[in-house]
């Protein structure tokens, strides 16, 4: 008598299919880190050239160094980033070293916000944010289009809503 594999009795479910932030965010916050890390350099060079002299100008350096290494992470960093709809609840993955899936169940969500703040609105991005009863959930999705969000955000609502209608 042959004992060949048994076949799973359940069906599996497909592999999610992920999207991927767009570009945008990437941008803006890579202009930022160049900006900001840029002003420092500027400062700290000129400062420190005309209180100690020029060789101490050289510290000055410093900042512009963290400036590559900060491109290099920014670059990583928003790669990690993507989500998936499923069936039954929303996927948002991210991280480099440390990989963390949040898994939100769409009968659980309380409330779906879309939030631009100024630099967002200037590169045409939003976030969406996902509250739900657990007060630890730091489900939001950064950089989106903000016509993404929308769109994310009224499905989200109403499969929210469809799923939760028999509590």
Same mark, same amino acid.
């Given at each position: 008598?042959?004992?060949g594999s048994r076949e799973d009795t359940q069906p599996r479910?497909?592999?999610?299919?992920w999207t991927a932030l767009p570009p945008g965010l990437l941008r803006m916050r890579r202009l930022l880190l160049v900006v900001?890390? /840029?002003? &420092?350099?500027? $400062?700290?060079?000129?400062?420190l050239g005309l209180a100690a002299g020029a060789p101490w100008a050289a510290f000055a350096l410093l900042p512009l160094a963290l400036?590559?290494? /900060?491109? &290099?992470?920014? $670059?990583?960093?928003?790669?990690s980033w993507r989500y998936a709809e499923?069936?039954?609840d929303l996927l948002i993955s991210r991280g480099v070293m440390w990989r963390k899936v949040t898994v939100v169940p769409y009968g659980r969500m309380q409330l779906v916000e879309v939030t631009s703040g100024p630099v967002e609105r200037h590169f045409g991005l939003a976030s969406v944010q996902l509250h739900t009863a657990?007060?630890?959930?730091?489900?939001?999705?950064?950089?989106?289009?903000?016509?993404e969000a929308e769109r994310l955000r009224d499905r989200l609502t109403e499969l929210g809503?469809?799923?939760?209608?028999?509590?």
């Open positions: 008598m042959e004992t479910e497909a592999e999610p299919v900001w890390l /840029g002003i &420092l350099a500027l $400062g700290l060079g000129l400062l400036l590559v290494w /900060g491109w &290099l992470l920014t $670059g990583r960093n928003w790669r499923r069936a039954d657990a007060a630890a959930t730091d489900a939001t999705i950064p950089g989106l289009d903000p016509a809503e469809a799923r939760s209608a028999g509590l």
